[in-house]
């Protein structure tokens, strides 16, 4: 059975920094991009960044220069660095691999196969 799980998540103060970990097992994501997603209450899903087999990276600019995604594919993980937080960056955080393998790794959600039970970041004012 193949499971991602989030980690990291929790309550920090505007300016602030969380690291969010997620744990691949079940199977090894190694030739598949993975990502991180976000949604907050009564929006929609949306993208963070995401980071291809070959350890190419994209950020929603929302994130850029804030954010950092990286991968361990020895230990099948994923993380996403957040400095300098703001409350709008308050959601619940998602982690999700492709299927389809030597992938860009894309924005649009759709296309991800595999998807963790989320974890919350809170930022306050």
């Known amino acids: 059975q193949v499971q991602l799980v989030e980690s990291g998540g929790g309550l920090v103060q505007a300016g602030g920094s969380l690291r969010l970990s997620c744990a691949a097992s079940?199977?090894?994501?190694?030739?598949?991009?993975m990502g991180w997603f976000r949604q907050a209450p009564g929006k929609e899903r949306e993208f963070v960044a995401s980071?291809?087999?070959?350890?190419?990276?994209r950020y929603a600019d929302s994130v850029k220069g804030r954010f950092t995604i990286s991968r361990d594919n020895v230990k099948s993980a994923v993380d996403l660095q957040m400095n300098s937080l703001k409350p709008e960056d308050t959601a619940v955080y998602y982690c999700?691999?492709?299927?389809?393998?030597?992938?860009?790794?894309?924005?649009?959600?759709?296309?991800?196969?595999?998807w963790g039970q989320g974890t919350q970041v809170i930022v306050s004012s």
């Open positions: 999700a691999a492709e299927y389809a393998e030597l992938t860009r790794g894309s924005s649009d959600w759709h296309t991800y196969d595999y």
């Open positions: 980071i291809s087999w070959a350890y190419s990276t």
């Open positions: 079940g199977r090894t994501f190694s030739r598949n991009a």
